[in-house]
């Protein structure tokens, strides 16, 4: 299979993703994506910025830029970035970017870099995150 393209925040929501989301299309193909990564975690990775294979079926996207009142997409990517140490257009295996979250982020640290998604009150990235840190507590 060929690689896809995700966006540095979307390393994160995948770990956490737990059947809810925008729309019923956006959830099926969310959810599609994480059985297909978790079954195939040789499948090259793209570090994006803009519209990736997560944002295209999300009903918040205009052309390239996410409309959802109150998201900071763009700054959430950009911390991220920093965490992990990739750069845009970077590639690596699955298996490789989720090592690099289990070893660079802790469920504590998603409070800083996910400031302003809406998400991140219900813990679930937290869990996701806590579970491949072999179950560190969050707060």
């Avoid at 970017?97 to 289990?102: E, L, P, Q």
């Amino acid at each position: 299979m060929g690689g896809i393209r995700l966006r540095p925040h979307h390393l994160l929501c995948i770990q956490g993703f737990r059947g809810q989301g925008y729309s019923p299309t956006f959830i099926a193909n969310l959810a599609r994506l994480k059985e297909m990564l978790n079954e195939l975690p040789e499948t090259l990775v793209e570090i994006a910025t803009g519209v990736d294979e997560i944002c295209s079926f999300c009903p918040h996207i205009s052309g390239d830029i996410c409309m959802r009142p109150g998201q900071r997409v763009n700054e959430l990517d950009g911390r991220v970035l920093d965490r992990l140490g990739l750069a845009e257009g970077e590639t690596g295996t699955w298996a490789e970017m989720v090592a690099g979250v289990r070893d660079n982020i802790d469920p504590e640290s998603l409070k800083e870099l996910c400031h302003g998604c809406s998400w991140l009150d219900l813990g679930f990235c937290a869990r996701g995150v806590a579970t491949l840190n072999g179950g560190r507590k969050q707060d």
